[in-house]
């Protein structure tokens, strides 16, 4: 029968390390700096929204 290594004196690590928190708040930086670009990019660059389409006339009706 085997033996069991000895336990080591130190803690275990923690699953979620202070880097994986630092990504995620990059992350949830980035997709609000990219909601912003959306919704103020026209305002700030002077275009404001584009104008809407014309409308299709009606077409005539056939003559027979």
């Avoid at 202070?18 to 660059?45: D, Q």
Wanted: proline residues 25%.
């Amino acid at each position: 029968m085997t033996q069991l290594p000895p336990p080591d004196d130190e803690p275990p690590r923690p699953l979620i390390s202070p880097a994986f928190w630092i990504m995620l708040g990059f992350c949830f930086l980035c997709v609000v700096g990219g909601v912003m670009v959306v919704l103020l990019g026209p305002w700030l660059t002077g275009h404001g929204a584009p104008p809407p389409p014309a409308p299709v006339p009606a077409a005539a009706p056939a003559k027979p």
